[in-house]
Antibody
Framework: EVQLVQSGAEVKKPGESLKISCKGS????????IGWVRQMPGKGLEWMGI????????RYSPSFQGQVTISADKSISTAYLQWSSLKASDTAMYYC?????????????WGQGTLVTVSS | EIVLTQSPGTLSLSPGERATLSCRAS???????LAWYQQKPGQAPRLLIY???SRATGIPDRFSGSGSGTDFTLTISRLEPEDFAVYYC??????????FGQGTKLEIK
């Protein structure tokens, strides 16, 4: 069974750094693209970027390029989303989701979400 | 970047009725790489339709997708109580970003 298990909720202050995780199981982690999706409170879904853990090929939305870093550690089947300096506007639910073996595939499996709250 | 516009923003219907949701793209979506997702409150989205018209595993056949180019439709033939949720379309065929529409809320009338 394919599963994506995300790290727990975080409460941070503006300017702090953060790295959240998404552990995949039940499939070959290195063979499928994994992406991150932001959902701000009461709002819609925003595609942030994707990574292919097999070779760390990473593609970002222009809206998030330079604002976050997506990475993966294939030795522990885990993808990451990190910020170097959080802003209050980063407060949102963040979902990881798995695509297929090709970049042009939809998100067929989703994690449970990680709620990030940034407040002074 | 392809912009997806969903309509209506909110659709109020009763159980048993037919729902028709629209997704229009600002430019042609290559190879019909268009997906539909359902999201219920407090839950992650769930893939319903991919390739514009193929149902994902386990999705009931009352859900169907159609369209090509710039105009796509999700139809729910006969609404069940559990179908009231927010629906998003997404294109995934062009260079990043693989954008989402803004969503249609399907509510009970």
């Amino acid at each position: 069974e394919v599963q994506l298990v995300q790290s727990g909720a975080e409460v941070k202050k503006p300017g702090e750094s953060l790295k959240i995780s998404c552990k995949g199981s039940g499939y070959s982690f290195t063979s499928y693209w994994i992406g991150w999706v932001r959902q701000m409170p009461g709002k819609g879904l925003e595609w942030m970027g994707i990574i292919y853990p097999g070779d760390s090929d990473t593609r970002y939305s222009p809206s998030f390029q330079g604002q976050v870093t997506i990475s993966a550690d294939k030795s522990i089947s885990t993808a990451y989303l990190q910020w170097s300096s959080l802003k209050a506007s980063d407060t949102a639910m963040y979902y990881c989701a798995r695509q297929g073996v090709l970049a042009a595939t939809p998100f067929g499996y989703w994690g449970q979400g990680t709620l990030v709250t940034v407040s002074s | 970047e392809i912009v997806l516009t969903q309509s209506p923003g909110t659709l109020s219907l009763s159980p048993g009725e037919r729902a028709t949701l629209s997704c229009r793209a600002s430019q042609s979506v290559s190879s019909s790489y268009l997906a539909w997702y359902q999201q219920k409150p407090g839950q992650a989205p769930r893939l319903l339709i991919y390739g514009a018209s193929s149902r994902a595993t386990g999705i009931p056949d009352r859900f169907s997708g159609s369209g090509s180019g710039t105009d796509f439709t999700l139809t729910i033939s006969r609404l069940e109580p559990e179908d009231f949720a927010v629906y998003y379309c997404q294109q995934y065929g062009s260079s990043p970003p693989n954008t989402f529409g803004q969503g249609t809320k399907l509510e009970i009338k």
